[in-house]
C-alpha cells in the first residue's frame, strides 16, 4: 500500500506561482511513477503532468501547461512536486497526486494510488 499526502494548494492571483508536494509512503518510491491531476468543479479529473521512476526521469505535459509548469522528483526525500509559474484562473482546481508501480502514468486508469487532494485558487 502507498500513502500520498499532497500539500502547497492555497489561493494566489493571476500570474503568481505556488508549488506543491506530494509525500509518498509505505513502499519503494524510487520505482514509482509519479502524476498530477487536477479536477474543476463540474469536470472529470485531467492530466496534468508525469515523471516516470527511472534514471532521469522523463516528463510529460498535458499542452495547457507546458512552459508553465514543471514536475520533478526527490527519490531521497519520497517526494515529488509541481512548480506551477504564471497561474491562470483556469489552472483553479483541485490538485491530485497519483503513483504507480511501472510506466509513466498517462491517464486516471493508470493510476494505482491517489493522495486526498490540494485546492489551488486563481484569482483573476
Known amino acids: 500500500q502507498v500513502q500520498l499526502v499532497e500539500s502547497g494548494g492555497g489561493l494566489v492571483q493571476a500570474g503568481g506561482s505556488l508549488r506543491l508536494s506530494c509525500v509518498a509512503s509505505g513502499r519503494t518510491f524510487g520505482s514509482f511513477g509519479m502524476a498530477w491531476f487536477r479536477q474543476a468543479p463540474g469536470r472529470e479529473r485531467e492530466f496534468v503532468a508525469a515523471?516516470?521512476?527511472?534514471?532521469?526521469?522523463?516528463?510529460l505535459y498535458t499542452d495547457s501547461v507546458k512552459g508553465r509548469f514543471t514536475i520533478s522528483r526527490d527519490n531521497a526525500k519520497n517526494t515529488v512536486y509541481l512548480q506551477m509559474n504564471s497561474l491562470k484562473p483556469e489552472d483553479t482546481a483541485v490538485y491530485y497526486c497519483?503513483?504507480?508501480?511501472?510506466?509513466?502514468?498517462?491517464?486516471?486508469?493508470?493510476?494505482?494510488?491517489w493522495g486526498q487532494g490540494t485546492q489551488v485558487t486563481v484569482s483573476s
Open positions: 515523471v516516470s521512476w527511472y534514471g532521469g526521469g522523463t516528463t
Open positions: 497519483a503513483a504507480r508501480s511501472g510506466p509513466l502514468i498517462r491517464t486516471t486508469r493508470d493510476s494505482q494510488y
